[in-house]
């Protein structure tokens, strides 16, 4: 299966470790392909954007380089078979949060990975987001709490898909 990562991972030094060196040859292992949108986008012409003098001139460069990114994820995400999305944290990412709702009404079944024992839902009878998990649930995904449960769910998905209805 082609799977589109979804997480706010990317932008420390700590998700980036997990990231790389858990998740996805987690995901990889079984010979899942990982569309992984901190890899979409020239990571030199994000750091260049990065390195210009604050004003005018970054900040549109900034814009520019901004609807590159997310038409790439947006890409990716038209391309996946499914999509697996970090919930971790006292909210779900925003940008996680929009990749679901555009997963989701593409049809694609979603598998959110929460191993952040904090409360984050809006009530007792919800995980996280009750949109973003309804969104999760109603695509025909789960969510699951160890990576342990995530490469069950994962198999489980990869049956399913190969299951003629």
């Known amino acids: 299966m ?6 706010p991972l990317g932008f420390s030094e700590a998700g980036n470790a997990f990231y790389y060196d ?10 899942h392909e990982v ?3 901190w890899r979409l986008t020239d990571r030199q012409r994000i750091e260049a954007v ?3 003098p604050h004003g005018e001139e970054r900040r549109d460069t900034w814009r520019r380089l901004n609807a590159e990114i997310a038409r790439n994820n947006q890409a990716a995400i038209d391309r996946c078979d499914a999509l697996l999305a970090v919930l971790d944290g006292t909210d779900v990412d925003s940008g996680t949060a929009a990749e679901i709702g555009y997963a989701f009404a593409r049809g694609k079944p979603i598998i959110g990975y929460r191993g952040d ?4 839902a809006d009530n007792e009878g919800s995980i996280v987001n009750l949109q973003v998990e309804y969104f ?6 789960t969510i699951v709490r ?4 995530l490469s069950d769910a994962l198999a489980a998905l990869g049956a399913e898909r190969r299951t003629p209805q």
């Open 136 to 141: 999760i649930r109603q695509s025909g995904g």
């Open 22 to 31: 858990k998740l996805i040859p987690l995901l990889q292992r079984p010979g």
């Open 35 to 37: 569309l992984d949108p």
């Open 146 to 149: 160890s990576l342990a449960e």
């Open 117 to 120: 024992f904090r409360l984050a």
């Open 50 to 52: 990065a390195a210009m």
């Open 2 to 7: 082609r799977i589109y990562v979804a997480s």
